[in-house]
């Protein structure tokens, strides 16, 4: 990704959240069943593998498989952090909000395992998302950059 796109895609991303923090309509907290799930679960992110493509807004990783993660229908999210495999729950809601529940992994050896905690942290740290073309930005509460993911092929 080169420094230009990344910065129209930081640009955009914060252009998006100042509008939706500037809405009128409140964000429902997901933990109440208010815009969780509920039978199937649609939003833009479902049905598609996610590849790891950065951790923050420029650092990549280097791990003995690409970190990835997939959403079902249902609302069950699967995938990789690069060493384990790792299984949970999401819930989307108004103004792009995200929240992975009960995430858990296979622990097995890896020497990259501080790198996958953060590939394991980002999903649970991960309060809003935005989509640009092909790519999946996550936010944290705070409105910053966590992490972004490529669609996988």
Known sequence: MTPLRLRHL?????????LSACSSQS???LA???????????????????NLLLVGTNEKLSMPATPWFQV???GRVSGSDG????????SFGDNQRIEFGDLASTRRACPQAEDAQRVH??????YRYLIDH??????GPNSLVLGGFRLGK
């Open 134 to 139: 092909d790519r999946l930005v996550f936010f």
């Open 10 to 18: 930081i640009s955009l991303a914060a252009v998006t959240l100042v």
């Open 121 to 126: 942290d980002m999903l649970d740290n991960a």
């Open 32 to 50: 109440d069943g208010d815009g969780g799930m509920s039978g199937d679960v649609s939003s833009p992110v479902v049905g598609k593998r996610w």
């Open 83 to 90: 060493c384990n495999q790792l299984s949970g729950t999401v």
């Open 72 to 74: 079902d229908s249902s």
């Open 27 to 29: 964000t429902p907290d």
